[in-house]
């Protein structure tokens, strides 16, 4: 009797003529490009180093894209923006030591949001690696150990026959649900020595499917159809499931509120008459959410913006479908769901009888109603209107990318997406200097639609070098820059809290004649013709700057 798994194993007669002849010329290095192409990889992000010149040597021999930024953690952020656009694992190509750790606060973002990086640095020759002190360059004790606590796997080669096993491994880890960072080593003398194995041709690392179970389905849906109350708390996971057409079906079907968090936004229709919007920072949308008799959180573990810093008190019965078994009732009981938001939806749409309530519609627009009127009261009607003037000039299917200031704060809760999986922050993590890199990396995954990244001119300093990069590949990556002279949140954090602000206020460069200096075309805009001057960057090719002189306020907080 025949199998399946045995025609898959049984090599063809070309295969076996071509594996006993590989090419001559190959190292350690190319098994890793040839990998990764295997893989379906198609683009790697990354900087050289001494270490990993084994690797670049191979790029040349290979299809693969490489796009190498200037400042690793940068190349990090960049890969991170690929993964979660494509939805694909994207290969960061690291050096040792200072290289690699130069990486770690954007593999921490990646693991915070989920974004499937897959990072492969190199490590010191082989007779260093074990703690003793050896004396090589950027040699550390145990430089898997500084990553370990960050990514979801680590993944250390020996010799070159593993190399792409473990890079299979890393692959299948880093998108199997929830998806995540992840890490592989590989000595320099392995990817430098010479190499007889055949040319990798055919590796699997399909992810596992996250399915949830039956019978939590079956109380999940019990509960939801026979609420009174029933509201939609909807997380990133649903973003990169894929699953905005599954909520709305089931929010629908269901007659229940939907809110999306600040990693969900686009999840569900800004405009749809169920549509909470994303005031999560608002005390009106908790006492909302609070008031549920049946809350369904899905992709979302209610972590600390996501719950208005916490104040979050559910009196009714949650179902929470998350992904990741670590923020799995972290917060809040539940019945917990451990499942991938696409699979868990669609069985829940299959099971939930439906429920009518017209008056949903009519308590959303009342909430909506009261978060307009407070808001109004605050003398905001500046950032509004920058708000809007960018969303009016950004095409709706171009990708956004935020740093951690105030107008990303307020795109957090006010900004309409339109489309999944089209606006990115770094609230993940929360560090600075995300925007910029990571709009290069979505843009390197589609050239053919403009790209928006937007920070403050604190956060544009941490990313300033990337305009090189920007400009020899010339991706087409508008960067609108708010400049109010310093670290804007935390002047008025520091005010609020101790009176005046220390440490906040910055020197800065003339950013219109810099971004030149690097022949990135750059203009300097008002409030009152930033639509048009933002529409135009976005409408011509390569990189832009615009720079918008502006001081610019938060809305009042509700949680204190």
């Not at 025609?7 to 007669?13: E, H």
């Not at 040792?96 to 020759?125: D, H």
């Amino acid at each position: 009797m025949t199998h399946d798994h045995d025609l898959v194993l049984r090599p063809t007669a070309r295969q076996v003529a071509a594996a006993l002849s590989p090419p001559a010329g190959r190292n350690g290095g190319d098994l890793v490009v040839e990998a990764l192409a295997g893989l379906g990889a198609t683009t790697v992000f990354g900087l050289p180093g001494q270490h990993a010149l084994g690797m670049f040597d191979a790029l040349r021999r290979s299809d693969l894209e490489y796009v190498g930024l200037r400042v690793e953690n940068n190349a990090g952020f960049a890969a991170d923006a690929h993964g979660r656009i494509t939805g694909q694992a994207t290969p960061l190509l690291l050096s040792t030591g200072p290289g690699a750790l130069t990486s770690l606060a954007a593999l921490q973002e990646a693991a915070a949001a989920s974004a499937p990086v897959l990072a492969i640095s190199s490590q010191v020759p082989s007779p260093g690696i074990g703690g003793g002190r050896h004396g090589y360059l950027h040699e550390l004790r145990d430089q898997k150990a500084s990553f370990r606590d960050i990514v979801k796997s680590v993944h250390t080669v020996r010799t070159a026959s593993q190399i792409p096993s473990a890079i299979a491994a890393a692959w299948e880890s880093a998108l199997t649900a929830p998806h995540g960072p992840v890490w592989v080593e590989i000595p320099q003398d392995v990817l430098l020595a010479e190499t007889t194995l055949p040319v990798v041709t055919a590796l699997d690392a399909t992810p596992h499917d996250l399915v949830p179970r039956p019978e939590l389905t079956a109380v999940a849906a019990h509960l939801l159809q026979n609420a009174e109350r029933p509201a939609i708390i909807a997380g990133g996971g649903v973003v990169r499931s894929d699953a905005s057409g599954k909520l709305l079906a089931l929010a629908e079907k269901l007659d229940a509120p939907v809110v999306t968090t600040f990693g969900g936004k686009g999840a569900f229709p800004w405009e749809h008459p169920l549509s909470m919007q994303s005031w999560l920072e608002d005390r009106h949308t908790t006492d909302f959410l609070e008031d549920a008799d049946v809350l369904l959180v899905v992709g979302s573990g209610l972590g600390e913006l996501s719950s208005n810093y916490h104040t979050f008190a559910p009196r009714g019965r949650m179902v929470q479908i998350e992904a990741d078994l670590g923020k799995l009732e972290s917060n809040h009981a539940a019945l917990g769901i451990h499942a991938d938001a696409r699979i868990a939806l669609t069985a829940l749409l299959e099971t939930v009888e439906e429920r009518r309530d017209p008056s949903a519609a009519e308590r959303v627009s009342a909430l909506l109603a009261k978060v307009r009127e407070r808001i109004a009261g605050q003398e905001l009607t500046l950032e509004q209107e920058v708000l809007a003037a960018v969303r009016e000039a950004l095409p709706d299917d171009s990708p956004s990318f935020w740093d951690m200031t105030i107008l990303a704060y307020w795109a957090w809760s006010a900004f309409d997406a339109r489309r999944p999986n089209t606006m990115h922050s770094a609230q993940g993590a929360g560090g600075l200097g995300y925007a910029f890199p990571a709009a290069l990396g979505a843009a390197a995954a589609d050239r053919d639609r403009p790209v928006l990244a937007v920070s403050g001119d604190g956060g544009a300093m941490y990313s300033i070098a990337e305009l090189a990069s920007a400009k020899q590949y010339a991706l087409p990556v508008t960067w609108l820059i708010v400049d109010d002279g310093g670290y804007g949140i935390l002047r008025e954090y520091m005010t609020d809290a101790f009176g005046e602000a220390t440490a906040t206020e910055l020197s800065r460069p003339d950013f219109v004649a810099l971004a030149e200096s690097f022949g990135v075309p750059a203009v300097r805009t008002t409030t009152e013709s930033l639509r048009e001057d933002l529409a135009k960057a976005l409408a011509q090719p390569g990189p832009s700057v615009v720079v918008l002189p502006a001081v610019l306020r938060m809305f009042a907080p509700t949680h204190l």
